[in-house]
């Protein structure tokens, strides 16, 4: 494992494990930052220094790996035989109004959490599982509750402040349909949609203050 895991200079700074694998290997952040360095194992007192440092390195950490394997595994074993009785049972969570929430996202590695961490209020849950969630800026969007975790932060400050969104990359004006120019867009409060100021009519020349709802919300009663 330390000849693998060590970047080495005649594999053009990679390590063997990237080689076999195109991916560097999952490892905890104390151990990635101990065998960090770039070796050259031509060099004999290089090696011999090397394969000290990583001998006394698993000799303290292998323990506690064991044993983590282990609990995973008895985790697997109990979980294993609850679905083959038929005992296991899907949590269900039911997000109401008001709730915060996280929004989940891709690990990048088994030993990361999927939980993001922005933090999102519910505005609305719709019956097809979807959820009307807004930040703290106001802005509004929708996702699936399957990619939402509840928060259980207390003391969470739910103050809106409009004057924090920003305009997302690509958001398209509704009147000129390009996505140039997001400094002079305003967003609409109700449908997060992007309007350029100068398109409107009459042009707005100064960004207002407080909430603004677009023209076709206004007509349509929102």
């Known amino acids: 494992m330390g000849y693998r895991f060590s970047r080495q200079a005649s594999l053009a700074s990679f ?6 694998y195109g991916r560097d290997p999952d490892l905890p952040a104390a151990i990635r930052r101990e065998s960090s360095e770039m070796v050259n194992l031509d060099d004999p007192d290089m090696w011999v220094r090397v394969c000290s440092q990583r001998g006394v390195l698993f000799r303290r950490v292998m323990l506690a790996a064991f044993e983590n394997l282990a609990i995973a595994q008895h985790r697997d074993t109990l979980r294993y035989a609850t679905i083959r009785a038929r005992g296991y049972r899907l949590s269900i969570r039911r997000f109401r109004v008001g709730d915060y ?54 003391n969470l400050d739910g103050t809106m402040d409009s004057s924090l969104a920003i305009v997302r990359a690509g958001l398209r004006c509704m009147l000129c349909g390009s996505a140039d120019q997001a400094a002079h867009m305003l967003v609409c409060d109700r449908r997060s949609r992007g309007w350029h100021m100068s398109c409107l009519t009459p042009p707005i020349d100064v960004v207002p203050t407080g909430r603004w709802v677009c023209p076709r919300c206004t007509s349509e009663g929102r």
């Open 15 to 20: 390590s063997p494990y990237f080689l076999l």
């Open 101 to 154: 929430v996280y929004l989940q996202q891709t690990a990048p590695t088994t030993l990361d959490v999927t939980a993001g961490r922005t933090i999102l209020r519910v505005r609305e849950v719709l019956p097809s599982g979807v959820l009307m969630l807004e930040g703290r800026d106001g802005v509004v969007w929708k996702d699936h509750v399957r990619n939402c975790a509840p928060c259980h932060l207390p």
